[in-house]
Nanobody, 119 residues
């Protein structure tokens, strides 16, 4: 499975961005999908996840209520809508895919897309 993230950019505090991750080479609807981020000097963190069925979601506490993960299985794409962005959201954002299980695990990773929030 190949994953390609896009949609990052420079945005002011309080602004919005929508990240997209297009998947190819596998059966998209059979994978859990997730978004991760890594800021300079910090560990990678799991930001949001969505089940293969779209029936369950995970959000990191600091983004819950501001970020929304969704997927379109017909387009083999997962999205991350980010609203009310804060400077601490600045990071390289990655998408990942893993087997359709109750517990999230990750087998495939895409290249990141940079999100920079300016104050």
């Amino acid at each position: 499975v190949q994953l390609q993230a896009s949609g990052g950019g420079l945005v002011q505090v309080g602004g919005s961005l929508r990240l997209s991750c297009a998947a190819s080479g596998g059966t998209f609807s059979s994978y859990n999908m997730g978004w991760f981020r890594q800021a300079p000097g910090k560990e990678r963190e799991f930001v949001a996840g969505i089940y293969w069925s779209g029936s369950s979601f995970y959000y990191k506490d600091s983004v819950r209520g501001r970020f929304t993960i969704s997927r379109d299985n017909a387009k083999n794409t997962v999205y991350l809508q980010m609203n009310s962005l804060k400077p601490e959201d600045t990071a390289l954002y990655y998408c990942a895919a893993g087997p359709a299980r109750i517990t999230y695990t990750w087998d495939y990773w895409g290249r990141g897309t940079q999100v920079t929030v300016s104050s």
